[in-house]
């Protein structure tokens, strides 16, 4: 009974749609066509068989153009073929991509003058690894424990200043018994179980150390991604992003005025993290020495609680290939 229904309404449905149905030859011989239903003349983008015109034959026209302009043409992807006026200008967006998957990432470069430097793709495993916050914990204990000075100390009975001698005899004078004046329990006597020098330290793995820098690459790569599609939409002056790749990090002169014009146009950012491949260049140690919501770092320096502490991360062509080389580097056991 179900079927014989749904029959009749696809058979009234064609007959409606008869005048506004559109055949292809054959692959070789592609046309534009237009449908006149409810999508006012929209472009049915596609090119179909003559053996696949016969499957679609009895389908209704609407859900025809519906299925073939699933493509969004651009006149640059046009190749002369189709009306300019009928395709898109703007350019295509993608979706939101998943985070994880290992997939190399394409980031345009540029440096303190916003000039364009082209392109570079950053490897899947280091820059788009899945994120846990347990590997994120753990490097960052084992950090701020490691660079703990541990300086602290306290006196003990031997080391405090005083006599050793009994203060009052052990019987007959009324008094508790003691025999120094330098115990625990008497003002400017030792300390009992008081902190001494030592090392915070403990053992954590190279491997989850090492994952622990990639989970924090990938998440300031994947904090930017937003930022990216609206930098090529509206053309601004500086990508909204937290992963920036700069050319060189070289500045014209030691001013600390070029490094505070170049914060000025950017957005939303608060604390600059820049990261170079070898030494840090002098001019630019002296332009960011007075700033204190811009650090300078190595590549080899560059560490999981540092980036955290930093909402945008600017680092350099030479300092992306060698933490890629420092990641890929197998681990000595």
Wanted: hydrophobic letters at 35%.
């Amino acid at each position: 009974m179900a079927l014989s229904i749904s029959r009749r309404i696809l058979r009234s449905f064609a007959s409606l749609s008869a005048s506004s149905r559109c055949y292809y030859s054959s692959i070789t011989a592609p046309s534009l066509c237009t449908t006149h239903d409810l999508y006012n003349h929209v472009p049915c983008d596609g090119l179909i068989s003559t053996d696949s015109s016969a499957i679609f034959k009895g389908t209704p026209s609407f859900l025809f153009s519906r299925k073939l302009s699933t493509l969004v043409l651009t006149p640059e992807s046009g190749g002369g073929a189709f009306p300019s006026d009928l395709l898109s200008a703007k350019p295509v967006v993608e979706s939101e991509r998943e985070i994880g998957l290992y997939q190399d990432l394409v980031i345009p470069v540029t440096n303190f003058h916003n000039e364009d430097k082209g392109f570079m793709v950053l490897a899947g495993d280091v820059f788009d690894v899945p994120i846990r916050k347990d590997i994120i914990h753990r490097v960052v204990l084992w950090q701020l424990a490691k660079r703990q000075q541990g300086t602290h100390s306290t006196k003990t009975i031997s080391e405090v200043s005083g006599t050793g001698r009994k203060p009052w005899r052990q019987k007959g004078t009324g008094r508790a018994r003691h025999g120094t004046l330098r115990g625990p329990q008497f003002r400017g006597g030792e300390t009992k179980h008081g902190p001494k020098p030592r090392s915070h330290a403990f053992k954590l793995n190279k491997k989850v150390r090492r994952l622990g820098l990639k989970i924090a690459l990938t998440a300031r790569a994947a904090e930017g991604k937003a930022s990216t599609i609206l930098f090529e939409l509206h053309r601004a002056s500086q990508p909204l992003q937290c992963l920036l790749v700069f050319d060189d990090l070289e500045v014209p002169t030691h001013k600390t005025k070029n490094i505070v014009n170049y914060y000025n146009q950017m957005e939303n950012a608060k604390k600059l993290l820049l990261v170079d491949g070898g030494l840090i260049g002098e001019k630019l140690k002296l332009a960011t020495q007075n700033l204190h919501y811009v650090n300078v770092l190595p590549s080899i320096g560059l560490n999981v609680y540092s980036i955290l502490q930093h909402d945008t991360l600017v680092m350099s062509r030479d300092a992306v290939n060698r933490i890629v080389e420092r990641m890929h580097t197998p681990i000595n056991r």
